[in-house]
């Protein structure tokens, strides 16, 4: 079992930045962060392996960037230039089994998720 504690979010006017954290007891191979606004699907964002090699969704490619502290088991999400749609709760998740690839199209699926993060932008 893989805690996970996200933090960062918040209110923000479009435009803006925010920086999500997410601790872990101990750090996986893969991990990654996936969002959901209210009525709407799970939606897979970033990923990132132990390589640090990353993927992301193409709507946010660019303007989010997806990092990990290996000695603090710390994984990361850089939010800038945020827009309206980008309101949502967001999760950081873990994979434990291989039964998924690493990456962000999965990540919803992964074994461990957070209590996921607020994060509103207004225009």
């Known amino acids: 079992q893989v805690r996970l504690v996200e933090s960062g979010g918040g209110s923000v006017q479009a435009g803006g930045s925010l920086r999500l954290s997410c601790a872990a007891d101990y750090g996986r191979d893969c991990m990654g962060w996936f969002r959901q606004a209210p009525g709407k699907e799970r939606e897979g964002l970033a990923t990132i392996d132990d390589i640090g090699s990353t993927t992301y969704k193409i709507s946010v490619e660019g303007r989010f960037t997806i990092s990990k502290d290996n000695a603090k088991n710390t994984l990361f999400l850089q939010m800038n230039s945020l827009k309206p749609e980008d309101t949502a709760v967001y999760y950081c998740?873990?994979?434990?089994?291989?039964?998924?690839?690493?990456?962000?199209?999965?990540?919803?699926?992964?074994?461990?998720r957070g209590q996921g993060t607020q994060v509103t932008v207004s225009s």
């Open positions: 998740a873990a994979r434990e089994s291989y039964a998924h690839s690493c990456h962000h199209n999965h990540v919803p699926d992964f074994d461990y």
